[in-house]
């Protein structure tokens, strides 16, 4: 300690300058944060192939125009990372010991599906059909489910179920009405003017082998009393649920409600919800049935036929749910690309990455094209040529684009670096997100089996996918050259389809390939278009992302993006 002349101790130094003054406190070179974007005037492809493809007029993009400013809104992202923060809880009891089986949900999962509903995202198709009427729904459901995916299955599902319900004229009168209301309301009561329905339809010892399910359904008066166990059962918390059960006819479907004519809860015996890897606002569940109320779907011993047309439109919304988080996935990267820089330029100016982010947007836009087109073949002016159609298109289609989804977030997150890695950006959850589109309503061998399936069975389904692709003929000859390649390779498969399972899945992507090739080069700009076919059917593909060859105009893809 020194001392001044007059013997006292000298005065401290002067403290440093405040924090927010050092240099490494500056923050810059960050992107800002993308909130309050409208997600449909952004998202080019769709807002076009919605009219080209999808048959909708321009009502529809205004009305995607006002759920675009919604779920780009920054209190929508927030509800979207609290749901999937504060993932469902599962009740079994009150706390005075009464079975209650009730899932606790964050209100943030509420208000999100809320809106949903409100939009129409579930039921608009059935409630008001029309060309068009798909596309504007399915568009819809992508927007929704590009931010929040998790509350995506019960309004899938509820959308599908449809289709089984009219099965049964007298249960449908009861319930269509509730399904394609616009109301939602979280809680298990009589009487609610809206419903939303889920499926039950795996058990432990069986999985997708749906007919070596052991759960019974006995006669009771004028409906069914089922007992045993389901193995995977999504939405507990629904309203109904499509259920398969044994019965002496054989495998049959049931409507199984969650609240009984009187108010009284079904026996609904939650055992345990599933630790998934992703869907985590989502609750998937086991559950037991102990007398628990049921009436039939469709004809006795036919229950796989009853539901098969639910499970073909969840198909479809597993392509759609992976094409929009192709989207989020692409649009988080190329705004990370466009704000920061690095090596003396922006990210997205640097040709590796350019590369990688075209590449990106060049299979989300081809997913969301190939989902468009598919939605519109759902639609009630649909004719048969479109039926058959659909009955191979939507099971090539969900191999290969379902497929496509993990590998694409992990490239996507990459693009952002370590903040890809973090859980505070939404690539992250969207990784975790993409294998459960992949795995839901059939995984690549069953679906891939199921292909084949159909070639042998339903000729005309092969016929019309050919068709399909006649369309584009001519039009570009590496295309041409591998759809000649395409039918030499399908033509003795339908003739001994067993013969090629173990092949299927190779033949299944260049089918998927093809489908998605020959609508980019009818509907799509050269850039993308030209882009796709040379790296994906030309000699020299690969399908590791940033592979493009110098001659793709990657600005004019990424101009869309």
């Known amino acids: 300690m020194t001392a001044n002349d007059a013997g006292t101790a000298a005065a401290p130094p002067a403290p440093p300058a405040a924090r927010a003054s050092y240099p490494t406190h500056q923050v810059f070179n960050q992107p800002p944060p993308r909130v309050d974007v409208n997600e449909f005037t952004a998202n080019v492809p769709l807002a076009e192939y919605l009219s080209t493809l999808g048959g909708a007029g321009a009502e529809a993009a205004e009305g995607l125009e006002v759920l675009g400013a919604v779920v780009g809104s920054a209190q929508f992202q927030e509800d979207a990372r609290l749901a999937q923060r504060n993932p469902p809880v599962l009740h079994t009891h009150s706390r005075y010991g009464q079975r209650i089986d009730e899932v ?126 389901k193995w995977f059962c999504s939405a507990p918390m629904s309203d109904a649920f499509l259920v398969l059960a044994q019965e002496d006819a054989g495998l049959g479907c049931f409507l199984v409600p969650r609240v009984l004519p009187g108010g ?15 869907n985590r606002s989502n609750a998937s569940s086991e559950v037991e049935f102990a007398n628990t109320h049921g009436w039939r779907i469709g004809e006795p011993g036919r229950g796989v036929r009853a ?144 292909v084949l399936r159909a070639m042998a069975v339903e000729l005309e389904s092969v016929d019309a996918f050919f068709a399909e692709l006649r369309l584009a003929s001519g039009t570009h000859a590496i295309l041409d050259d591998f759809v000649a390649g395409l039918k030499e390779a399908v033509s003795p498969v339908r003739l001994a389809p067993a013969d090629f399972a173990g092949s299927a899945r190779a033949l299944v992507e260049k089918m998927a390939l093809a489908l998605q090739a020959s609508l980019l080069v009818r509907y799509a700009p050269s850039a993308v278009a030209d882009a796709f076919v040379v790296s994906r059917l030309g000699p020299g593909r690969s399908f590791n992302y940033g592979t493009l060859p110098d001659s793709v105009d990657l600005d004019g893809i990424l101009a869309r993006a």
């Open 264 to 278: 009284e809860r079904n026996p609904f015996l939650l055992q345990r919800l599933k630790d998934k890897a992703g």
């Open 307 to 450: 539901i098969i047309g639910m499970v073909g439109r969840t198909r479809l919304d597993c392509v759609l749910g992976t094409a929009a988080g192709m989207r989020q996935s692409v649009a988080e990267a190329v705004w990370h690309a466009r704000h920061r820089r690095a090596f003396g330029a922006r990210l997205v100016d640097q040709p590796a990455m350019a590369n990688v982010l075209a590449d990106l947007a060049l299979e989300a836009e081809a997913a969301a094209i190939v989902g468009m087109r598919l939605a519109r073949s759902f639609d009630d002016d649909a004719g048969t040529s479109e039926s058959a159609f659909r009955r191979l298109a939507v099971a090539v289609t969900k191999y290969w684009v379902c497929k496509r989804g993990p590998n694409h977030a992990y490239e996507a997150m990459e693009c952002l670096g370590g903040n890809g890695y973090i859980e505070d950006f939404p690539l992250a959850m969207r990784y975790r997100e993409q294998p459960v589109m992949a795995i839901w309503e059939g995984t690549g061998n069953v679906i891939a089996l199921d």
């Open 104 to 229: 606790e949900y964050h209100p943030a999962y509420h208000r999100i599906i809320g809106q949903a509903v409100a939009a129409g995202a579930h039921t608009s198709a059935w409630a008001a059909p029309g060309a068009g009427a798909n596309a504007r729904r399915a568009a819809a459901f992508m927007l929704f489910a590009q931010v929040e995916p998790g509350h995506a299955c019960p309004i899938s599902m509820s959308h599908a179920a449809v289709e089984s319900l009219q099965l049964a004229p007298e249960l449908a009168g009861e319930w269509l009405p509730r399904l394609f209301s616009r109301e939602y309301s979280p809680e298990l009561a009589e009487g609610k003017p809206g419903a939303l329905f889920g499926m039950a339809m795996t058990e432990k010892q069986g999985g997708s082998d749906v007919r070596a399910n052991t759960t019974r359904a006995e006669p009771f008066d004028d409906h069914f009393l089922l007992a045993g166990h």
